[in-house]
């Protein structure tokens, strides 16, 4: 069995204790701005960290790399894998204007749906509204989503399911997938690892797949439409402002192509809302 590569961080983290003073201080400084090396030559990060460029090299050689450059490539993998740790940068003070987020989110905005046409949202809506049944799936950071997008659609579509439940398997889901059916699958960063297995998996099943990922991820074929969003940042958390919208327009799109039969089910909801007092 092939073992996972120890990550660029977990190296820092387990040389610590044997550090020399500098070297220690330069470790603690990556702890908390592990970006720096990707995003810095040798001498930049020794000036940021205020050690020297031999400490940085002999650093380097205690992590186990054989030069910068490599300890560079690893950690600027491990930034594209969606680390929080890694969108920190040490020259900024930590805050974030308003205007600076907001110009961010309309970017996002702006960037995401010159990807995604009329065209696009229109099929991926109307193949929700004609599925035998919508399966909706999110892990981490995606969990909120998917169980939002499910919890919407609701308005009119009445088969729809996120999964997996709290203490739920896959297989016992993916034995129900049938051809006729979509599967709507968030893969936000940090994607799990058993994503591509389980779109692999997915696929076969003949179902169609909606794919929702962020900008990190290579357009996957095996998706009848993959939309990436833009998740830009200027702090150290991701933006979903794409994301969340990206939701409202597919339930919006489903609820106006759902027609008179769409209406007749959120009146039907209404109602009965209103008799259990519940609005």
Sequence with gaps: MKHKEESFLSRVRRSLPGLSPAEKRL??????FPGEVASYSAQELAGLAHVSKATVSRFIQHLGYPDYEAARRHARLEKQSGSRLFLMAAGADGTQTVEANIAQGIANLEGTFATIGETQMTGAATALLKARKVWVIGFRA????????????????????????AGQTFGE????????????????????????????????????????TDESADFNKR???????????????????????????????????????????????????DALDEL
């Design 173 to 212: 889901h993916l034995a129900s997938i049938k051809r006729h059916d979509v599967v709507v699958f968030f893969g936000l960063r940090r994607r799990v690892a058993q994503t591509d297995r389980l779109l692999k998996q997915i696929d076969g099943l003949g179902a169609k797949i909606l794919y929702i």
């Design 223 to 273: 998706c009848q439409w993959h939309f990436r969003c833009q998740t830009l940042t200027p702090g150290p958390l991701f933006n979903h402002t794409a994301v969340m919208a990206l939701c409202h327009l597919l339930i919006t799109r489903s609820i106006e192509l759902a027609g008179a039969e769409g209406r007749g089910r959120l009146r039907n909801i209404e109602a009965l809302n």
């Design 27 to 32: 470790g603690d400084f990556l702890c908390d």
């Design 142 to 165: 995606s969990a909120p989503f998917a169980s939002y997008l499910q919890w919407q659609l609701t308005q009119v579509i009445e088969n729809v399911v996120a999964i997996p439940g």
